[in-house]
Each structure stands twice: as structure tokens, then as C-alpha cells.
């Protein structure tokens, strides 16, 4: 009876402290803008054989080129009500992940190794040249932010890694200008720009590029919507770092845990007092 005693208070107290950490960083959310792989406001243009598994919106302009040899899995909205409530949902966002408070780093991520967080650049810019790994500790929810003043630029064969159940989904690049992505890159996380976004010969894109008021240019990409796991699934295999299901923030498997240390600490209770009244 005190062995089960002890294992209760053990359970209560692991999940009563380990229950918050799945909402430090509460997600920025996309409103309708989360269907969208490419979402642009003055052009869409694409060159060579481009796949895009997501929607594509465009909002207010109608100059939507080269699609003939774009392979799109997902629906195309062009001057529509759908792609102005993404539009709108967009500018919500991105005023969103640019009001959050961050920790100021250089402009270089490459080589570098982030926790989750807000990240704003010291000199408005963020480049990446080699890979810059994203550790979410063991946490599915784990949201990380990058906001720079001006530009994003990544160079040639650079990439961003997640690990330790990181998840492109919860990945936000807020762009005070323009974004543009090196050749043969390999990104990941959403793209929010103020102006226009850039994605140059080979390079793909595990979330999407979202721009407020220009142009999306691409030319023989691949780029695939970002869909976060589920919290209690992604938890069953904490280095995964695939993609499936809907966009949560993990609450349901919080309240579940919740649960789960409560019902274990009246069992603990319950316990006791048996045990006390056998004296």
C-alpha cells in the first residue's frame, strides 16, 4: 500500500510540474493562411517543374505565371474572398510573431544550435549559411520565432534541422522586407514577409512562404504545408520530426496529463487514509 502510495505522489508530482512546460511558447496562428503552401499580394511566379502540396492565394493582384508546370496539390485562390481572409489572417499573424519579446542574437544562425523561443536579430537581418538545428527538448509544442527588421537570406546548400520532436509547423520567420532562400536550400518553418519572398532553383520548403504585399517567385521547388502532429502522439516518439494531422497546441494532452497526475494524487490520498485507519 505505500509502495502504490508513493508511486500515486510520484505521478501527481511529475505531471503537476511537467503539465505547463507544453505551453511556454503559445504558437502564432495562421487563421485560414495555415491551408496555404504560397500566398502572395502583387505576383505569383514560377519557372520549371514546381510542386506544392498546400493552397496557393493570391490577394489583391490576379498575375499568377508559369503555372503550367507546377504540379499542385491543393486549391488556388486568386482575388477571391477565400484569399483575402488569408490575406487579412496573415497581417494578424505577422503583427503576431513581430510583438512577441525575443532574445537578441547575431545575424549568422548557421552552425548554430537554438531551444525553443523568440529570436530577433541584431542587426535586422538573419542569414544562414550551413545548418541551423532546432532542439525541441522532447517537446512537440515547442515554438520557435525569428524576427528580423529587414531581410532573410539563406545561402546555397544551407538547411535548418529540427530535432528532438521539433516540428516545422511550429517554426515562424517574421521578415521586415523580403525573404530570399539559396539555391538547393532545404527550409523549414513558415515564411511571414512583409514585401516579397524569393525561392531560387532546387531549394524546398517544409512549411510555407506567406507575403504580405509583394511577390512570390519560384523556380523548381518543392514545397509542402507544415502540419503539426499531434501533442500526444509526437510524445510517443519524442525525435520524430514528421509532419501529420492538424495544427494544435497541444491543450488536449495537457488536459489529459492534468487528469491523469490528479487522478493519481486522490488514489496517493485515498491510499494514506486507508492506511492510516488500519493503526
Not at 228 to 242: F, H, N, V
Amino acid at each position: 500500500m505505500k509502495l502504490l502510495g508513493s508511486i500515486g505522489l510520484g505521478i501527481f508530482t511529475a505531471v503537476l510540474f511537467a503539465a505547463p512546460v507544453l505551453a511556454a511558447q503559445p504558437t502564432v496562428g495562421l487563421g485560414t493562411a495555415h491551408s496555404y503552401a504560397v500566398l502572395g499580394g502583387s505576383a505569383i511566379t514560377n519557372t520549371g517543374p514546381t510542386t506544392i502540396t498546400g493552397d496557393v492565394g493570391l490577394d489583391p493582384s490576379t498575375s499568377v505565371t508559369g503555372f503550367d508546370t507546377v504540379t499542385l496539390n491543393g486549391a488556388q485562390h486568386v482575388a477571391d474572398a477565400a484569399a483575402l481572409q488569408a490575406k487579412n489572417d496573415l497581417i494578424v499573424a505577422y503583427v503576431n510573431a513581430a510583438g512577441r519579446t525575443g532574445t537578441t542574437v547575431p545575424a549568422e544562425l548557421g552552425g548554430s544550435t537554438k531551444k525553443v523561443g523568440v529570436y530577433n536579430s541584431l542587426d535586422a537581418t538573419f542569414a544562414i549559411t550551413g545548418t541551423l538545428t532546432l532542439d525541441a527538448e522532447g517537446n512537440p509544442d515547442a515554438v520557435f520565432i525569428f524576427q528580423a527588421g529587414a531581410s532573410l537570406t539563406t545561402a546555397s546548400n544551407s538547411s535548418v534541422s529540427l530535432i528532438n520532436s521539433a516540428q516545422a509547423c511550429n517554426v515562424f520567420w517574421q521578415v521586415g522586407s523580403s525573404a530570399t532562400l539559396g539555391t538547393t536550400t532545404h527550409f523549414k518553418g513558415n515564411i511571414l514577409a512583409l514585401t516579397s519572398i524569393t525561392v531560387t532553383t532546387g531549394a524546398t520548403v517544409d512549411g510555407s512562404v506567406l507575403a504580405r504585399n509583394g511577390a512570390v517567385t519560384l523556380d523548381n521547388n518543392v514545397i509542402t504545408r507544415a502540419v503539426c502532429a499531434t501533442a500526444l502522439s509526437a510524445t510517443l516518439a519524442p525525435t520524430s520530426t514528421s509532419s501529420g494531422g492538424d495544427q494544435g497546441s497541444g491543450s488536449d494532452a495537457s488536459f489529459m496529463l492534468i487528469f491523469a497526475g490528479l487522478a493519481a494524487g486522490a488514489a496517493f490520498l485515498t491510499v494514506r487514509r486507508i492506511d492510516f485507519s488500519r493503526r
